[in-house]
Every structure is written in structure tokens, then in C-alpha cells.
């Protein structure tokens, strides 16, 4: 038997799983993770504590599952994008990591942006406040003696690398998401660099998502149980090995992924960009091919969100109230932006607003609209990936929101699109990157990306659709209303 673990540093936790030669996964474990937002519109996670959650997660797996542990021969690496982590000459970080959705650099991302379109477009997208580019450049600005002691820049699965095999490296795929790597050479733009003023020395060499990168160091390998010269793959970006996971590699196949943040996903066989709709146009995780995304900022975190606000600690209780209310669209409107957004608006001054409420509000209505607000930013990102492409037919749906066939059910009538349930969809990005380990570990790349098992095929019901689409204009058309408001409530904030 031949085993493989995939991890997926994500935003609310650190994932692991073990999967064997016949793609089944033998066993999960999830390490939450915090986030400090010591001043209004940031975010910061300490890297220590990714590199704790990541042991911590693999001491678990080896208390619970001996066996499978000392059969594992490679690890794949998935991670949270755009993240800014600076470390000194000794390889030690400098101070938090600046994450995704932290938007401290407006004004940065605003000069990189007027640089213009054929910029953009070799960068796959215009400049936004959470690439780590205009990160950076902030910290030129604000913390220059930070920038002065830093020797290399890392990503944060890259830092997870690190401590496991002692290198250095990154990938295409989450070096795309810097705002410094050029798509179609998938090597560092030089260009880049100078005009956010990055000396490109501290940049980390960029490797293929399923390239070996390392070694497990031999004493961590004693430690986990693990009897073979385990290979470290390079590993990719979350949303692009998620796309791996699901076989979503060729050119149409689609994905919707819901973590912390959401994404709607459509694999390309070239560079085929869209800046002005704020599309992000990617290297994927495998050579030679691309993809061309919609980026939230709020996905099942806003869920959660609405839980905490319930004072409701098990959000599958309001999604069973809400499962068993459910007969069409909720009586409130729920502008999910809660962390600003991305597609298609580039608003990071948005925030979140609930509409409609009256005395007699059930919470079951709350939740359900919180469902539908996350499902029509998905829209609004669908439309954006199709100014330049085909249309997909269906999609496929992973992600800790795959795990409600309530959301399914919504997003298939929102999106007016079949939506596919997959076997391990659940496990999202960490089944992908144990596809990674397979691949590093000499996998032959037609079995290994085909796409998982089908759970369950989830039709739009036609008695939803109609009323949908009315719910969709008129969340865009609030979203319209109250946006110019938005830019004095962050002034007032800051």
C-alpha cells in the first residue's frame, strides 16, 4: 500500500489528510488557526502558528493511524494566496504574515493599478490591496528597516515547506497571486519588481506545482512514523490545487469553492486575460495550463459570521432551520461583504448589510439569505469569467461549503447551472495537494487527475430559478445604492 498526505494551510485552520493509491481518503484532521486584526481592515496570522498546526495536525494522524503513516511516501503542500511573509538572512520571519484579505494597501494597490492595462494583463489581473505586491510596497513606506533586514519573501504553505525539507521555493500557481510573476513565462516579472520597488534577490525560485521540492528532514520522518525518503511537492495556491482535486485541469472544466474566502473557478489551456472585469487570469497547478477566476473575499466564513451573531455554536443547526423553512428565496437581502471584495467590483471599503428585517424575522431567514448572498456573488463572479469565456456547463462544488446540499440546491437555481458533488470534495484543496505528492512521487498525471467519483448530481429546480434571478438584480441593484457610502463608513473606521 502507498499513501500520501495533503495539506492545505487555509485561513481558519490547517488541514491534513491521508490519502491511499486508490484516492481514498483514510483519515482527515483539522488545527484551527486565529487571525489578529489589530486595526480596522487588517489581518495577520503568526507563521508559528501555522508550523505548529502543521506538526500538530501530523502527530494526531500518526497517534490515530500508525499504519497509514508508515506507508506515506510523498507530501503535497496547498496553501492561502497572497499572503506577504518576510524572513531575515536566517531564515526567521521578520513579523506576522499580511494576509489575503488584509486592505491596508489601497493607496499602493491604486498606483500599481494606473500603470495600466497591458501591466495588468501580463500580471493576470489589476493590482488589489490584498495582492503582495502592494503589501510590500506598504511596508517600504511604513516599515522600512522591516524591508531593510528582509532576505527572502515567502507565501505561506512555502513556509510550511520550509520547516518540513529546509528549502526555499515557491510555484507558479501561488506566485501568480503576488502581483510580481508574469503568466505566461510563469517565471518573476522584472518589471514588476521595480515598479512596486521589490529587489527581486529576496524572491524564491518558482517551481511546477508537482515538482519535487525536498525532502522530509529525517528527523521529522522518525517523528511521524514514516519508514521511506518522503518527497515534499512543491505544492500550489488553494484554489488551483482544489481545481487539481477535482480534476478540474482542462480547458471549460469549472469549479465553485467555498472556504473562508470563494472562488469561481474555469480552467484555460492559455494566459487568457480580463482585467477590466477584475478576472483573475492564473498559472494553474500543472505545466502548461492556466485558469481564469473569480475572487471573493467572503465565502463560508460569512456563515459563520451569522452563527456567531445567533449566538448558535453548530452552524448544521440554522442550516437544518433553514433546510426546513426553505420553499424560495428568503425575505432578506444579504450583502455578504463583510471583508470587502474582489470581482467584479475591487471594493475593499464594502461591507456587510442585512435588508429587509422586521419584528418578526425567524433566524431561519437570516441564515438562508446569508446562503443566497454568498451564491450571488458567485453570480456576479460567473458573468465577470464569461465576458471572455464559454459558459461552462456545470461545476463542481468543494469546499467546507460542499458540505450543505442546501447551498447546492441554491447556487444550481442562482447560477441556473448543474452542480456537481463529488466524492472528497469536502476535502477540497488537501485532496488535491496529496494529488500533488502522488504526481512528485512519480504518479502517471492521466490517473491521478481524473475527475473523483460523482456523490450526486444537483439540477436547478425550474420553480426556483425565475425567482432567483429577480432576487439577483435586486441584490445587485442595493449593492449600487449603498456603495457610495461605503468609502466615508472606512474613513470613519480608519
Known amino acids: 500500500m502507498t499513501n500520501f498526505i495533503g495539506l492545505d494551510l ?5 488541514k491534513a489528510v491521508i490519502v491511499d493509491s486508490d484516492e481514498t481518503v483514510l483519515a482527515a484532521v483539522t488545527v484551527p488557526l486565529d487571525t489578529s486584526r489589530p486595526r480596522p481592515g487588517w489581518s495577520e496570522q503568526d507563521p508559528a502558528s501555522w508550523n505548529a498546526a502543521m506538526l500538530r495536525a ?20 496547498s496553501g492561502q494566496m497572497h499572503a506577504s511573509l518576510l524572513l531575515d538572512a536566517a531564515a526567521r520571519p521578520l513579523g506576522p504574515a499580511i494576509l489575503w484579505n488584509d486592505g491596508r494597501a489601497r493607496e499602493e494597490a ?17 493590482a488589489m490591496p490584498g495582492f503582495t505586491a502592494p503589501k510590500l510596497m506598504w511596508l517600504r513606506r511604513h516599515q522600512p528597516s522591516l524591508m531593510d533586514a528582509a532576505r527572502h519573501l515567502l507565501l505561506p504553505k512555502d513556509f510550511i515547506r520550509l520547516e518540513l525539507s529546509g528549502e526555499l521555493a515557491t510555484d507558479a500557481s501561488d506566485a501568480a497571486g503576488t502581483w510580481l510573476m508574469d503568466q505566461s513565462t510563469r517565471q518573476w516579472s522584472a518589471e514588476a519588481a ?12 518558482i517551481l511546477e506545482a508537482s515538482a519535487k521540492a525536498g525532502r522530509l528532514r529525517p528527523a521529522l520522518a522518525a517523528r511521524f512514523g514514516m519508514e521511506h525518503d518522503v518527497v515534499i511537492a512543491a505544492g500550489g495556491g488553494d484554489t488551483a490545487v482544489g481545481g487539481v482535486g477535482i480534476g478540474a485541469v482542462r480547458d471549460g472544466d469549472a469549479l465553485v469553492s467555498l472556504g473562508t474566502s470563494g472562488q469561481f473557478f474555469l480552467a484555460a489551456s492559455a494566459h487568457r486575460p480580463a482585467p477590466g472585469a477584475y478576472v483573475h487570469a492564473f498559472a494553474h497547478a500543472l505545466p502548461a495550463t492556466w ?13 459563520g459570521f451569522v452563527a ?31 471583508a470587502g471584495e474582489r470581482t467584479p467590483h475591487n471594493d475593499p ?39 471572455v469565456a464559454r459558459r461552462p456547463e456545470q461545476a463542481g462544488f468543494i469546499g467546507g461549503g460542499a458540505r450543505s446540499l442546501l447551498w447546492a440546491r441554491i447556487l444550481a437555481a442562482v447560477l441556473d447551472m448543474p452542480i456537481r458533488l463529488l466524492e472528497s470534495a469536502e476535502a477540497g484543496p ?9 504526481l512528485a512521487a512519480g504518479g502517471d498525471p492521466e490517473t491521478t487527475l481524473r475527475q473523483p467519483r460523482l456523490k450526486r448530481l444537483v439540477e436547478p429546480e425550474r420553480h426556483l430559478v425565475e425567482p432567483y434571478r429577480e432576487r439577483l438584480a435586486a441584490f445587485r441593484a442595493l449593492y449600487q445604492t449603498v456603495r457610495p457610502s461605503f468609502a466615508g463608513f472606512a474613513a470613519a473606521r480608519h
Open 110 to 126: 491604486a498606483e500599481l493599478e494606473a500603470l495600466g492595462g497591458a501591466m495588468a494583463a501580463s500580471l493576470g489581473v489589476p
Open 10 to 14: 487555509g485561513t481558519s485552520g490547517l
Open 194 to 205: 521595480a515598479a512596486a520597488g521589490i529587489d527581486m534577490a529576496i524572491l524564491p525560485p
Open 58 to 77: 501530523l502527530d494526531e494522524l500518526r497517534a490515530a493511524h500508525p499504519e497509514s503513516m508508515r506507508q506515506v511516501r510523498a507530501i503535497g503542500l
Open 308 to 338: 456567531g451573531l445567533l449566538g448558535e455554536r453548530d452552524v448544521r443547526v440554522l442550516l437544518a432551520e433553514a433546510e426546513a423553512a426553505f420553499n424560495g428565496p428568503s425575505s432578506l437581502i444579504f450583502l455578504p461583504y463583510l
Open 349 to 387: 471599503d464594502a461591507r456587510g448589510v442585512i435588508f429587509g428585517l422586521d419584528g418578526g424575522t425567524p433566524r431561519s431567514s437570516l441564515v438562508l439569505a446569508a446562503l443566497e448572498g454568498v451564491a450571488f456573488t458567485i453570480a456576479d463572479c460567473l458573468d465577470a469569467v464569461c465576458s
Open 291 to 303: 485558469y481564469q477566476m473569480g475572487a471573493m473575499l467572503n465565502g463560508a466564513s460569512v456563515l
Open 430 to 438: 488537501a485532496f488535491g495537494a496529496a494529488r500533488l505528492a502522488r
